[in-house]
């Protein structure tokens, strides 16, 4: 039983799709139902167990009820998915950035983490589940075009480092993926930030833009799976190459 947070679109619902295409039950947490609804209906027409549940994450009574409504439709909870962010907005120097959008970041990302976290526990705990973030190369080596966000993803592979290690104990895995795919939210990139695609494009040795569904959704279903049993605190780069740092 899987639980994906912002799995009605881009790389959420990339990933959902992917578990469930290999037989997880998946449970859409979604801040706009009238999108989530309609993605998890395509799912269940093509055979797969989806649902969509209301859950603005910058609420932690949101993620808790998520969390709540997604053990009691199957009486477990395998893998927590946070995926959700606000919308990361073009190039702006530090000092430029505004209150609203440092609290959207902060609200949407560290503390809806570590809400998630807390609120998930006791289920991964007794299901010996794991818990993935989406977190960024930007959170590796900074970023002079989107402080705030670069700051925000490094806060989440840092919780992930500090989650795996407590919640070792309980046989729980905390991971994070890094990735770099066309999204809507990538487009809306784009537009905002002319030079970007042609700036991934020039660092990344694959030649190419990632796929949520077909490049980003398989590491998802193998870091909630048994074949990644013996891998936690980890964050996989899911960008063709594009960041060689770790």
Same mark, same amino acid.
């Given at each position: 039983?899987?639980?994906?947070?912002? @799995?009605a +679109?881009?790389?959420?619902?990339g990933m /959902?799709t992917? $578990?469930a295409a290999?037989?997880a039950a998946? #449970?859409? *947490?979604?801040?706009?139902?009238?999108?989530g609804?309609?993605?998890?209906a395509?799912?269940?027409e093509a055979g797969?167990?989806?649902?969509?549940?209301?859950?603005d994450?910058?609420?932690?009574?949101?993620?808790?009820?998520?969390v709540e409504a997604?053990?009691?439709?199957?009486?477990?909870?395998?893998c927590?998915v946070h995926?959700?962010?606000?919308p990361?907005g073009?190039?702006?120097?530090?000092?430029d950035?505004s209150q609203?959008?440092?609290d959207?970041?902060?609200?949407?990302?560290i503390?809806a983490?570590?809400d998630g976290?807390?609120?998930a526990h006791?289920?991964?705990?007794d299901? @010996?589940g +794991?818990?993935i973030?989406?977190?960024? /190369?930007?959170? $590796?080596?900074?970023?002079t075009?989107?402080p #705030?966000y *670069?700051?925000v993803?490094?806060?989440?592979?840092?919780?992930?480092?500090?989650l795996?290690a407590?919640?070792?104990?309980?046989?729980?895995?905390?991971?994070c993926?890094?990735?770099?795919a066309d999204?809507?939210a990538?487009?809306?990139?784009?537009?905002?930030n002319?030079d970007?695609?042609e700036r991934l494009?020039?660092?990344?040795?694959?030649?190419?833009?990632?796929n949520?569904?077909d490049?980003?959704?398989?590491?998802?279903?193998?870091l909630a799976?048994?074949?990644a049993?013996f891998?936690?605190?980890?964050?996989?780069c899911?960008?063709?190459?594009?960041?060689?740092?770790?």
């Amino acid at each position: 039983m899987v639980l994906v947070t912002g @799995g009605a +679109s881009g790389l959420g619902l990339g990933m /959902a799709t992917a $578990m469930a295409a290999h037989g997880a039950a998946v #449970v859409l *947490a979604c801040r706009r139902p009238e999108i989530g609804e309609p993605a998890a209906a395509v799912l269940r027409e093509a055979g797969h167990d989806v649902r969509c549940v209301r859950c603005d994450v910058t609420s932690a009574d949101d993620i808790g009820a998520s969390v709540e409504a997604t053990v009691a439709a199957h009486g477990r909870l395998d893998c927590m998915v946070h995926n959700a962010i606000a919308p990361t907005g073009g190039p702006t120097r530090i000092q430029d950035v505004s209150q609203d959008h440092w609290d959207a970041m902060v609200a949407t990302t560290i503390r809806a983490t570590f809400d998630g976290a807390r609120a998930a526990h006791p289920h991964l705990r007794d299901s @010996g589940g +794991s818990m993935i973030l989406m977190t960024s /190369a930007a959170g $590796m080596e900074g970023s002079t075009q989107l402080p #705030v966000y *670069a700051m925000v993803k490094a806060a989440q592979r840092t919780l992930a480092k500090g989650l795996a290690a407590e919640w070792g104990a309980d046989s729980i895995r905390v991971n994070c993926i890094a990735p770099v795919a066309d999204t809507a939210a990538m487009q809306r990139a784009y537009m905002e930030n002319p030079d970007l695609r042609e700036r991934l494009l020039e660092r990344t040795p694959l030649g190419r833009i990632g796929n949520p569904l077909d490049d980003v959704g398989p590491v998802a279903v193998f870091l909630a799976s048994d074949m990644a049993r013996f891998i936690t605190g980890q964050t996989l780069c899911v960008d063709g190459g594009g960041f060689l740092g770790l």
